[in-house]
């Protein structure tokens, strides 16, 4: 079963710092992998998605990459604004025929930005 | 609408209770999916339909859990009987094309579930 580790589990930052969230992956098999963001009390909103071929993508201050290779990726969020304090979560969905409707969650890193 | 809606966004039921979560997704959207997620925990799958039919239901805990989808657009989560262990947040998910291609899920803000 494919497992999804996320490091650090919470991460404190002072305002304005570059910063790097962990997501490692067991299975390299996979279609794509999505990252997203969860806010207290709210579902999850997606930030990029990331197809098996590629290599990277990047939205605004934010850019994914991937190595599926060694089961990584890596979200670097540029200039962190409090705004930004979220728990951030990545998700991997399997090649399809393989039996796994699903996505397979890590279980997030929570992120404080301080002004 | 804009986004996936589900309600009711809290749900106090006593142990033994039966409770239905309803999911509304985007519409047109092919793909859902329920997720059960714990306190500090990632979601988990629980099932997935594509239009009407349910494809896969191997993440559903017990046969105390069903959902359907009957025309292919909203969908209810049935728990009967809830225990403790029920309490989650359920999240619904949909997504445009069938399961496989190229389109991110879109989730819904939950159903906060507690059992007492």
């Known amino acids: 079963k494919q497992e999804v580790t996320q490091i650090p589990a919470a991460l404190s930052v002072p305002e304005g710092e570059n910063l790097v969230l962990n997501c490692s992956f067991t299975?390299?098999?996979?279609?794509?992998l999505q990252w997203f963001r969860q806010d207290p009390g709210k579902g999850l909103t997606s930030l990029l998605l990331i197809q098996s071929s590629q290599r990277e993508q990047t939205s605004g201050r934010l850019n994914a990459s991937l190595d599926k290779s060694s089961g990584r990726s890596t979200l670097y969020i540029a200039a962190s604004q409090p705004g930004d304090s979220a728990t951030y979560l990545c998700?991997?969905?399997?090649?399809?025929?393989?039996?796994?409707?699903?996505?397979?969650f890590g279980t997030g890193t929570r992120l404080t930005v301080i002004p | 609408g804009a986004g996936v809606s589900q309600s009711p966004r809290y749900k106090v039921a006593k142990r033994g209770q039966d409770v239905a979560l309803r999911c509304d997704p985007i519409s047109g959207h092919v793909s859902l999916f329920w997720y059960q997620q714990a306190l500090g925990q990632g979601p988990e799958f629980l099932t997935y339909f594509q239009n009407e039919a349910q494809l896969d239901k191997s993440g559903l805990p017990s046969d105390r859990f069903f959902a359907e989808r009957p025309e292919g657009s909203v969908s209810t989560l049935k728990i009967q009987r809830t225990q403790q262990e029920d309490s989650a947040v359920y999240l619904c998910a949909s997504s445009l094309t069938r399961l496989g291609a190229r389109s991110p899920l879109h989730f819904g803000n939950g159903t906060r579930l507690t059992v007492t």
């Open positions: 299975d390299s098999a996979i279609y794509n």
């Open positions: 998700a991997v969905r399997p090649l399809p025929g393989t039996g796994a409707n699903n996505l397979f």
